[in-house]
């Protein structure tokens, strides 16, 4: 029978409903859970798993279990059999990758605000405060005393404003400014906070808007976690036999 390969889909929930072939990357994801690091950054290029990597890893701190215990997805992931407690965290999502931000710094305002307004639907808190950084700040906080668990908070493509503006000095500095400042509340949120995970395409040393952050770790040339996004030759041809005969 024909397997369903989840070709352009970044949803791990929607790759393990479909049983859609799921190359497993949740026992590297457990090492890194696991480890030391709190805040940790990602680089890697575009349709490389960064989005999906995100994506599982909100369902991993949903306590979604059944995705991963067989229940749905026709097979049990690694992760399932691995020393984790499968707490619920409340997880702030954000992805900077669909805005359109040669038009205004307005349209970086609107795409942060369909995340924080997403998730304070869905664990029903307030949106409060006048900035961007301020409405983080306050959300990670009252998440963290009307949940009784420290939050999560995973920025998929955190650079899409730079990369897009970069050929637009004025808008990028003021676009450079602003991350700067909405990134900088991730370090004094830390006691409301269990991890934090960004992405993006360019190295964060380069970029200053992280110079607040000095605990995060960067992972990008770490060789523990080369094969957390994107797929090895051993993966490929165990994972696609059939296609590839």
Known sequence: MKRLLPIGIQDFAKIRERESVYVDKTARIHELLTGSAAAVFLSRPRRFGKSLTCATLDAIFSARRELFDGTVGGAELALNSLDWEWKKHPVIRLDLNAGDYNRSIAELDAMINVGLRATAEKYAVAIVGETNGERLANM???????????????????????????????????????????????????????????????????????????HLKDLTLDPRYADLCGWTQEEVEANFAPEID
């Open 140 to 214: 990670i906080r009252d998440l963290h005393r009307s949940c009784g668990e420290r939050v999560v908070v995973i920025i998929d493509e955190y650079d899409k404003p730079l990369l897009e503006t970069i050929d637009a000095p004025e808008k990028h500095q003021e676009l450079r400014s602003a991350l700067k400042s909405f990134y900088g509340v991730l370090k004094p949120a830390d006691e409301h906070l269990r991890f934090v995970f960004i992405t993006g395409v360019t190295k964060f040393a380069q970029v200053s808007i992280f110079s607040d952050l000095n």
